[in-house]
């Protein structure tokens, strides 16, 4: 989802937020990370979310700086 406001640690990103929800019954996630760009693109991941509870949604936030430029924001 794009919340339309800036991004906390910088004004040139672009504010993205992410949900993560385990659908499963029966057992967690573990160790939801942001692992690195696949780009050039200057791309502000999250903190790991250690564990994800069944049936829970967790809203996280990541920044991108597309440069000015038409271009996907690719990542691990």
């Known amino acids: 989802r794009f919340p339309r ?3 906390r640690q910088s004004p ?5 937020e992410l949900i993560f929800t385990n659908t499963t019954t ?4 573990h ?3 942001f ?3 696949k780009s050039n693109m ?3 991941g999250f ?3 250690d564990i994800l509870p069944t049936s ?6 990541i920044g991108i700086d597309y440069n000015d430029k038409t271009q996907p924001a690719l990542f691990d």
């Open 5 to 7: 406001t800036t991004y």
């Open 12 to 16: 040139n990103m672009v504010h993205v």
């Open 26 to 29: 029966i057992k967690d996630i």
């Open 31 to 33: 160790s939801i990370k």
């Open 35 to 37: 692992l690195k760009p």
């Open 42 to 44: 200057n791309i502000q």
């Open 47 to 49: 903190d790991e979310i």
């Open 56 to 61: 829970v949604s967790i809203v996280t936030s």
